[in-house]
């Protein structure tokens, strides 16, 4: 079997069937591959070539270093998980709570439930948590009161 190369490229015999059919500029730009490959011959092409082979087999041992049947990523623990909120704690109140000794009760509950929180505990806190108790303040408010005429 004899092979010829030519200079000019036939498109007819170069490219596979199914591109000849593809638009002027892909024939042109296949043309231009073509040619360039055409002039890869001799020394360089040989090391190109000798460099995709050792690429290969290096990423072939690669491929092989860890099994498929193992997962590639695990995470790890979180090295400071972040800590659970407490649970809000229930304070039952057993007596009538006289509006002029509010605050001096507030201010014992907070000294009585403050060393069990992770966190200080203030009145602000317990009134925010507990919006009934702000609501039944303002109901006793004198001027309300006696715009309403209860007084």
Sequence with gaps: MKLVVSSKPNLAKDCPPDLQD???STQSALIKIIR???TLSGEPFIWLG???LIGLSACRENSRAIPPSEPVF???PDPQPTPK????ALVIVDKKVEIRRFFAYLD???AQYD?????PLTENLILRANPWILDTLVQTD????KAKGNF
Excluded: G
């Excluded at 909120?85 to 809000?88: D, S, V, W």
């Excluded at 060393?115 to 966190?119: G, I, K, N, V």
């Design 142 to 145: 004198y001027n309300l009161q």
């Design 74 to 76: 695990t995470p790890s």
């Design 115 to 119: 060393s069990l929180d992770t966190y």
């Design 108 to 110: 014992k509950l907070v």
């Design 85 to 88: 909120e407490p649970p809000l």
């Design 22 to 24: 593809s638009p002027r």
């Design 36 to 38: 360039a490959l055409r």
């Design 50 to 52: 000798i460099v995709m």
